[in-house]
């Protein structure tokens, strides 16, 4: 059963975020509006089809909903951390009755709640240009959690890192973002020539950008790349790999606390 302190914490982290849509939901869901109207309905009209049989615009979709949701999430668990840190007010939650690991996971599930929040407002905006449905149910739900919770990871890692706020701002717009950009979000991996694609399966966003693709539209680049005999195990095994990062991560976070890694100084 979970603690008071740790539903209070939780409560407090939620709270932070839903209590200024303005700043939290409102810059993502224009943003969005702009991709989908530049790139989906101004250049995606002169664009082949990526992939037989998906627009572009749809193709699209999936990737910025995980550019939405991972963004959010680091962005949420970085600040928050940090900003607890710069006013000192974190030093009230090591001191509460809570272990390390609920410390962990209550920053995690409310900075992966923005994430999903903003995820779902992606989709829906998407939906409003072309008709959208959800292939594999389950696959994306279970996809979008651990994606969101492995970022909310990484931005506590980022917030106990960062000397200052710039800091945080290097982090999401000059790593995070180009990962994203070159994760096969505005392309197909099919439409690379066999080198390239080797090579972009070295940037860990092409998974999470093809399993939520995979999840949403049916379409897997993994199966069409991947050697014929574990071609149909590709998105799973993309799923399973990133759910053990995740618990490495939250692993390291849980650590980091206990040694108290920026916490202290």
């Known amino acids: 059963m979970l603690s008071v302190g740790f539903r209070a914490l939780f409560r407090r982290e939620v709270l932070r975020f839903v209590r200024r849509p303005k700043n939290t939901f409102m810059p993502p869901a224009i943003t969005n509006v702009l991709y989908f109207a530049v790139f989906g309905v101004i250049l995606g009209g002169r664009i082949d089809e990526p992939v037989s049989g998906i627009g572009y615009i749809l193709f699209l979709i999936p990737g910025l909903v995980v550019l939405g949701t991972i963004s959010n999430a680091f962005e949420n668990a970085s600040f928050s951390i940090f900003h607890g840190r710069w006013n000192e007010y974190i030093h009230e939650t090591l001191t509460s009755p809570l272990s390390y690991v609920e410390m962990v996971v209550a920053y995690v599930a409310a900075s992966a709640v923005r994430g999903l929040i903003v995820g779902v407002i992606v989709a829906v905006i998407g939906a409003l240009f072309v008709p959208l449905s959800i292939e594999n149910g389950l696959f994306l739900v279970a996809t979008m959690v651990v994606i969101a919770a ?65 999840g949403l539209l049916g379409y897997s680049d993994m199966l069409q790349i991947a050697p014929a005999a574990y071609a149909e195990l590709a998105p799973y095994a993309s799923l399973g790999v990133l759910t053990l990062l995740t618990v490495a991560v939250m692993a390291l976070d849980v650590y980091l606390f206990k040694i108290g890694y920026g916490l202290t100084d």
């Open 150 to 214: 492995l970022f909310s990871g990484l931005g506590i890692v980022g917030g106990l890192v960062a000397r200052d706020f710039d800091d945080l701002t290097v982090m999401n717009q000059f790593i995070l973002r180009p990962l994203v950009f070159f994760g096969a979000v505005f392309y197909s991996l099919t439409m690379l020539e066999p080198i390239w694609q080797y090579v972009s399966l070295l940037n860990p966003m092409v998974y999470m950008v093809d399993s939520v693709r995979y």
